[in-house]
């Protein structure tokens, strides 16, 4: 079955760089474009980039765009976003996400948390 | 960017009741709409891609409709375990994605 996996959250300071997996298993990962997609405490889901298949192609949301860089090794099946300058509103459950040819997403990780405080 | 409303912000229905919640569009998104159910602590889970075409194994009781602008997620009979936050979504404008601030669906 599909899986998503996602690891290296934690606790950071602010202004300081984290950077998250996801490793996908179940599918032909180099297929998809893969999402990250944030939730911060209590609240709703924010979208926060994509990676094409092949890795060509990435877009960021406005709030993260110059700060966040994702990327992707296909022989790994694996996706990373490097997160950078983390800021206290950067604090969220992040989630990767598989996104279908039509652009929804139709499977989700379990999420991994980051914290940003000092 | 497309903003997505949802309404209302908490609905309270008995098991066994329809539940009705809504989600506008502030530009017309064509039928690219897709609802996520979230129960606590746990990642969304799709229910219904394409305004209306249900996810594989969501239970017949889901359904979805609507185009343009307004849409709507209805669950026809309630059960326990359909309690939880609701998420619509459009991805008409890719990669801009957006979603609504959520529907609390609660036990009456």
């Known amino acids: 079955q599909v899986q998503l996996v996602e690891s290296g959250g934690g606790v950071v300071q602010p202004g300081k760089s984290l950077r998250l997996s996801c490793a996908g298993s179940?599918?032909?990962?180099?297929?998809?474009?893969i999402d990250w997609v944030r939730q911060a405490p209590g609240k709703g889901l924010e979208w926060v980039a994509v990676?094409?298949?092949?890795?060509?192609?990435?877009y960021y949301g406005d709030s993260v765009e110059g700060r966040f860089t994702i990327s992707r090794d296909n022989s790994k099946n694996t996706v990373y976003v490097e997160m950078s300058s983390l800021r206290p509103d950067d604090t969220a459950v992040y989630y990767c996400?598989?996104?279908?040819?039509?652009?929804?997403?139709?499977?989700w990780g379990q999420g991994t948390v980051v914290t940003v405080s000092s | 960017e497309v903003v997505m409303t949802q309404s209302p912000a908490t609905l309270s229905v008995s098991p066994g009741e329809r539940a009705t919640l809504s989600c506008r569009a502030s530009?017309?998104?064509?039928?690219?709409v897709a609802w996520y159910q979230q129960k606590p602590g746990q990642a969304p889970r799709l229910l219904i891609y394409?305004?209306?075409t249900r996810a594989a194994g969501i239970p017949a009781r889901f359904s979805g409709s609507g185009s343009g602008t307004e849409f709507t997620l209805t669950i026809s009979s309630l059960q326990s375990e359909d309690f939880g936050l609701y998420y619509c979504?459009?991805?008409?404008?890719?990669?801009?994605?957006?979603f609504g601030q959520g529907t609390k669906l609660e036990i009456k």
């Open positions: 996400v598989r996104e279908d040819g039509w652009h929804y997403f139709d499977s």
């Open positions: 179940g599918f032909n990962f180099s297929n998809y474009a």
């Open positions: 990676i094409s298949y092949n890795g060509k192609k990435k």
């Open positions: 530009q017309s998104v064509s039928n690219t």
């Open positions: 394409a305004a209306s």
């Open positions: 979504q459009q991805y008409n404008k890719w990669p801009r994605y957006t």
